[in-house]
């Protein structure tokens, strides 16, 4: 059976897990990965962390697949006359909440809910939009029954299924990153069906929205040679610069920049170009706000490569992607792997000597 690249991306979305809270989708990971690796396990941190092996002799080179797993949400911190005020777990734009359906995830049960604020005739201002302690979240209850099932501290995330657009495009909340993910996914199914030399170890990444700290400890402890990281990237709007925007359907984009080994990002585009796969250049002066910053220093550097999929309304809970720049990722880097050879390192590597000025 064919993978169906649809119905995973749409079960990982729909899954709630904010940074921190990975649970839930780490589960539904690991059941669609269990097929396509030989070992797999959760760290102390809670990255979900598969190997699948390569044919070459051992000891073997190791190439590391990064996509974080968690996404922006909420978390409850008063509660007021039933009311319920949030504050972000994650960059969240309090525009987008006005009227937005959440869910609450309380005690005993999850409760349907939405941000509210005052009409527009008795607001502070019809010119600005309400600030942060001006919207609340109404469950319908009153407050004594809302104190039994809502705690301060309690995840709230939002509502919102994903939909079906044309062209093969979806949209919904977490698609940052859970298409990387599904991008993962693919290309571990991909690969099972072929040789290749290196292990490929994939790693869903936990609390990349806060602060990234779990590319940290998974670069951390498995040792390997090189890191491609896939995450979200920007995608081109009514309202955004084209100068920062890349075209949604455009194929996946590679990074350029101090946070990239250049030859290594070259032999990306040798083989979108050797394969005919749409690729676009995105430029990246600094650091890459991806977990690709912190993985490239981990030990004693790890060679870096960055693979962004466009995405429209990013940290927005209508997010939209399209599906074709997901399989061209998941191809290339697939392409890109089973190309390896054992001593590609030394294709790439700096000059060890360096000879004095005659």
Same mark, same amino acid.
């Given at each position: 059976?064919?993978?169906?690249?649809?119905?995973?991306?749409?079960?990982?979305?729909?899954?709630?897990?904010?940074?921190?809270?990975? @649970?839930?989708?780490?589960?539904?990971?690991?059941?669609?990965?269990? &097929?396509? /690796?030989?070992?797999?396990?959760? @760290?102390? *941190? $809670?990255?979900?962390?598969?190997?699948?092996?390569?044919?070459?002799?051992?000891?073997?080179?190791?190439?590391? !697949?990064?996509?974080?797993?968690?996404?922006?949400?909420?978390?409850?911190?008063?509660?007021?006359?039933?009311?319920? #005020?949030?504050?972000?777990?994650?960059?969240?734009?309090?525009?987008?909440?006005?009227?937005?359906?959440?869910?609450?995830?309380?005690?005993?049960?999850?409760?349907?809910?939405?941000?509210?604020?005052?009409?527009?005739?008795?607001?502070?201002?019809? +010119?600005?939009?309400?600030?942060? @302690?001006?919207?609340?979240?109404?469950?319908?209850?009153?407050?004594?029954?809302?104190?039994?099932? /809502?705690?301060?501290?309690?995840?709230?995330?939002?509502?919102?299924?994903?939909?079906? *657009? +044309?062209?093969?495009?979806?949209?919904?909340?977490?698609?940052?990153?859970?298409?990387?993910?599904?991008?993962?996914?693919?290309?571990? @199914?991909?690969?099972? #069906?072929?040789?290749?030399?290196?292990?490929? /170890?994939?790693?869903?990444?936990?609390?990349?929205?806060?602060? #990234?700290?779990?590319?940290?400890?998974?670069?951390?402890?498995?040792?390997?040679?090189?890191?491609?990281?896939?995450?979200?990237? =920007?995608?081109?709007?009514?309202?955004?610069?084209?100068?920062?925007?890349?075209?949604? $359907? &455009? &194929?996946?984009?590679?990074? #350029?920049?101090?946070?990239?080994?250049?030859?290594?990002?070259?032999?990306?585009?040798?083989?979108?170009?050797?394969?005919?796969?749409?690729?676009?250049?995105?430029?990246?002066?600094?650091?890459?706000?991806?977990?690709?910053? *912190?993985?490239?220093?981990?030990?004693? $550097?790890?060679?870096?490569? !960055?693979?962004?999929?466009?995405?429209?309304?990013?940290?927005?809970? /209508?997010?939209?992607?399209?599906?074709?720049?997901?399989?061209?990722?998941?191809?290339?880097?697939?392409?890109?792997?089973?190309?390896?050879?054992?001593? =590609?390192?030394?294709?790439?590597?700096?000059?060890?000597?360096?000879?004095?000025?005659?």
């Amino acid at each position: 059976m064919s993978f169906d690249l649809k119905a995973h991306l749409k079960q990982l979305c729909e899954t709630p897990a904010p940074s921190g809270h990975e @649970d839930p989708v780490r589960d539904v990971i690991r059941a669609a990965w269990a &097929g396509l /690796v030989d070992d797999c396990r959760t @760290d102390s *941190l $809670g990255n979900l962390i598969a190997v699948q092996y390569g044919t070459g002799p051992e000891p073997r080179r190791r190439v590391m !697949l990064t996509a974080h797993m968690d996404e922006i949400g909420l978390i409850v911190a008063e509660i007021r006359d039933g009311f319920i #005020r949030a504050e972000s777990v994650g960059g969240i734009d309090t525009r987008v909440l006005l009227h937005q359906p959440v869910l609450v995830h309380g005690q005993q049960r999850t409760l349907k809910g939405l941000f509210g604020a005052a009409p527009p005739h008795m607001a502070r201002s019809r +010119k600005t939009y309400p600030e942060a @302690d001006e919207l609340w979240i109404d469950v319908g209850l009153p407050h004594d029954d809302m104190a039994e099932l /809502v705690r301060v501290g309690d995840l709230i995330t939002f509502d919102a299924p994903v939909i079906d *657009l +044309k062209n093969e495009r979806l949209a919904g909340k977490s698609m940052d990153n859970r298409v990387s993910v599904a991008a993962v996914t693919l290309c571990l @199914d991909e690969l099972r #069906r072929v040789a290749h030399s290196w292990d490929v /170890v994939a790693v869903a990444t936990v609390q990349e929205e806060r602060d #990234r700290i779990g590319a940290i400890t998974a670069a951390y402890q498995e040792p390997t040679d090189i890191a491609i990281v896939i995450d979200g990237t =920007f995608a081109a709007q009514s309202g955004a610069s084209d100068d920062d925007t890349f075209a949604l $359907g &455009g &194929g996946p984009t590679i990074g #350029r920049g101090p946070n990239f080994h250049p030859l290594l990002v070259q032999k990306f585009r040798d083989a979108a170009k050797a394969h005919e796969i749409k690729t676009q250049v995105e430029v990246l002066p600094g650091d890459s706000g991806t977990d690709a910053w *912190l993985i490239q220093v981990s030990r004693a $550097g790890i060679l870096c490569v !960055l693979l962004g999929i466009p995405m429209r309304n990013m940290h927005t809970p /209508v997010e939209v992607v399209d599906l074709r720049d997901v399989r061209r990722t998941a191809r290339l880097i697939t392409v890109f792997i089973t190309g390896l050879e054992p001593d =590609f390192l030394a294709e790439i590597a700096w000059p060890e000597n360096c000879e004095a000025p005659k």
